[in-house]
C-alpha cells in the first residue's frame, strides 16, 4: 500500500508494527483513521467503554509482549480512554493510543470538547504527541520505538481532524525521541560476586522477566541453591510447589510472613522486579541488588515514575542493567553451586503456619479489617 495521507501513513506503520486489531467506539472525528486501518488489514474491535478498550490493548500487549492499539474520538472518549491507558502505563504494556482531536483551523474560542489531550495523557504515558502533516510519519516511527523499548509502555498519539487528510510527508532522516535512561553501577560479574559472598540470600522475580526466561531463571535458582519468590505479575514462572519457592511478595493476605523472611535475609537478589511493584516499604533496603533489561522510562526521569522514590529513598542503588536470560547464562559458571540448609524452610513453614492459625483464629486480622468489619466479611463470604 502506498501512504498518501496522515492516517493512512499512520495505519500503515502500526501494521508493519505487528499491529492486529484497534479497539474502541466510534466518533465522527474518528471514521477517517477507522478506514485507514481498515484498510492496512487492522481489524477494529468494538467495545461499550473506551476504558475498557484500553484495558484489551494493554492485556494484548502484555500476553503478546508486542505493539496493541487502542483508538478513542475527542473530548469525553478520550478522557474515558485514560484510565486503561494508566493502567498500561503501571503494568508496562505497549500500547499505541490514538485519538481524534480538534480541527487545527478552529480558534481557541471554540471551546466544545476543547482539551489540551498531549498534556491530559503526559502522566500516564511514555510520551503524548499531537501529529502535524510535516512529521507525522517520523513521529509515528518514533512514538512506536519509544512504546516497545523496555520498560514497554504506552504512547499517545492526537490527531486533529483536518490534519488526518492532509498529504504526509515522507521524511529524509526519522525522528529521534531522546530516552533519558538510568546506568546501572554493578557488572554481571560484580554481581556473581555479591550472589558469592552471600550465606542467606533471596531471589525474587519480577514484572521486567519476560516468559522466554522462565527456563533460565529456574535453573539459575536450582544452581544457586537459595530461596525464591516471584512478584503477583509473573505468577507461575517459578512453580509453586518448587522446594526452594517461598510465596508472591506484593499485595498478598500472608506478605506478613514475607516480609519478615526479607528482614532475615543478608542479601536480596530482584531479577526484573519493577519499581511499580513496591506497594510497600520493605525492609533490609541496603541488603538489595537489582537486575533490570532497562530503566529508560521516555520523557519521564527515573524519580518520577511511580513507586520508583523507593531507588533514592533508602534502597541502594546496586543495580545491573542487563536481559535475564543472557545474564542468567552469565551468572550461572560465575557463581558457587551451593545448596543452602533447611533451617531456613523449617523457620519459614512455622512463621506461616502461626500466621494461618492466626488467621483462623482471628480472621479480621487475615482479612486486614477491624473485628466489627469481620462480621459484615463473614456475611459477604457464606451469601
Known amino acids: 500500500m502506498s501512504a498518501t495521507n496522515v492516517v493512512e501513513a499512520l495505519a500503515e506503520r502500526l501494521a508493519v508494527a505487528g499491529v492486529k486489531r484497534i479497539y474502541g467506539l466510534p466518533g465522527g472525528e474518528m471514521l477517517d483513521i477507522l478506514e485507514a486501518t481498515r484498510q492496512a488489514g487492522i481489524q477494529f474491535v468494538l467495545v461499550h467503554h473506551e476504558a475498557a478498550a484500553a484495558f484489551m490493548a494493554a492485556a494484548e500487549g ?52 476543547r482539551l489540551d489531550l498531549p498534556r491530559l495523557f503526559a502522566p500516564v504515558t511514555k510520551g503524548s504527541y499531537t501529529l502535524e502533516a510535516k512529521s507525522a510519519v517520523s513521529v509515528t516511527e518514533a512514538a512506536i520505538a519509544l ?55 533471596l531471589v525474587i522475580v519480577g514484572l521486567g522477566t519476560p516468559p522466554a526466561a522462565a527456563e533460565a531463571i529456574r535453573h539459575f535458582v536450582e544452581v544457586y541453591g537459595a530461596p525464591a519468590g516471584v512478584t503477583p505479575k509473573v505468577k507461575g514462572i517459578l512453580y509453586g510447589r518448587h522446594p526452594l519457592f517461598t510465596g508472591t511478595y506484593g499485595g498478598m493476605m500472608a506478605e506478613t510472613v514475607l516480609i519478615d523472611f526479607i528482614r532475615e535475609r543478608d542479601l536480596i537478589f530482584c531479577v526484573g522486579v519493577d519499581p511499580t511493584e513496591l506497594d510497600r516499604d520493605w525492609p533490609a533496603k541496603e541488603r538489595f541488588v537489582w537486575l533490570l533489561p532497562s530503566l529508560s522510562v521516555g520523557q519521564t526521569k527515573l524519580q518520577s515514575i511511580p513507586g520508583a522514590a523507593n531507588w533514592s529513598n533508602g534502597y541502594n542503588n546496586s543495580i545491573c542493567l542487563c536481559r535475564a536470560e543472557s545474564s542468567m547464562a552469565m551468572l550461572k559458571p560465575l557463581i558457587f553451586v551451593r545448596r543452602y540448609g533447611p533451617s531456613w524452610k523449617k523457620a519459614f513453614q512455622l512463621n506461616q503456619l ?30
Open 354 to 383: 502461626v500466621c494461618r492459625l492466626s488467621g483462623l483464629l482471628r480472621p479480621w486480622r487475615r482479612y486486614g479489617l477491624p473485628r466489627s468489619g469481620c462480621v459484615a466479611m463473614s456475611g459477604l463470604i457464606n451469601s
Open 62 to 113: 502484555r500476553h503478546r509482549r508486542s505493539l496493541a492499539a487502542c483508538i478513542s474520538t475527542i473530548g469525553p472518549g478520550a478522557t474515558n480512554l485514560v484510565t486503561g491507558i494508566a493502567h498500561a502505563y503501571l503494568d508496562r504494556c505497549p500500547v499505541i493510543a490514538l485519538t481524534a482531536d480538534l480541527p487545527t483551523t478552529l480558534g481557541q474560542d471554540h471551546t466544545h470538547q
Open 147 to 201: 512504546a516497545t523499548t523496555e520498560p514497554f509502555g504506552p504512547v499517545s498519539l492526537h490527531i486533529p481532524r483536518d490534519v488526518a487528510l492532509q498529504q504526509a510527508e515522507i521524511p529524509t532522516t526519522p525522528a529521534h525521541i531522546s530516552i533519558p535512561e538510568c546506568h546501572g553501577n554493578l557488572s554481571v560479574e560484580a554481581v556473581a560476586a555479591k550472589l558469592n559472598q552471600a550465606e542467606r540470600p
